[in-house]
Nanobody, 122 residues
Framework: VQIVESGGGSVQAGGSLKLSCEVS????????MGWFRQAPGSEREFVAVTSWSGASTYYADSVKDRFRASGDYGKDTAYLEMYHLKPEDTGVYYC????????????????WGQGTRVTVSA
């Protein structure tokens, strides 16, 4: 099983980035794809989770209306589009897979990527 994130980078406040999460090694059709982030010196926190179709999504209040999670099962890739970025969005972003939609709790996410770093400067 492999989950690989990409698309991180440095951006100024107000800018946007699109993260990708490529999965392989097993059938993920019954999983939902989630995103977490960890800011320097802080614990990892939930950001968003989506069904592969994007019809079902759930966001942390801090990113609601600014981020959009989606998936393309045909490409085995999930996405996190981030708009109107703020310095507090800085951190390492992780993609993870769960069978339990809507949960922000890490223990319900079975598979994790290694993360991609996002830096937002003021």
């Amino acid at each position: 099983v492999q989950i690989v994130e990409s698309g991180g980078g440095s951006v100024q406040a107000g800018g946007s980035l699109k993260l990708s999460c490529e999965v392989s090694g097993r059938v993920f059709s019954r999983y939902f794809m989630g995103w977490f982030r960890q800011a320097p010196g802080s614990e990892r926190e939930f950001v968003a989770v989506t069904s592969w179709s994007g019809a079902s999504t759930y966001y942390a209040d801090s990113v609601k209306d600014r981020f959009r999670a989606s998936g393309d099962y045909g490409k085995d890739t999930a996405y996190l589009e981030m708009y109107h970025l703020k310095p507090e969005d800085t951190g390492v972003y992780y993609c993870a897979a769960t069978k339990r939609f809507g949960t922000p709790l890490e223990q319900f996410y079975e598979y994790w990527g290694q993360g991609t770093r996002v830096t937002v400067s003021a």
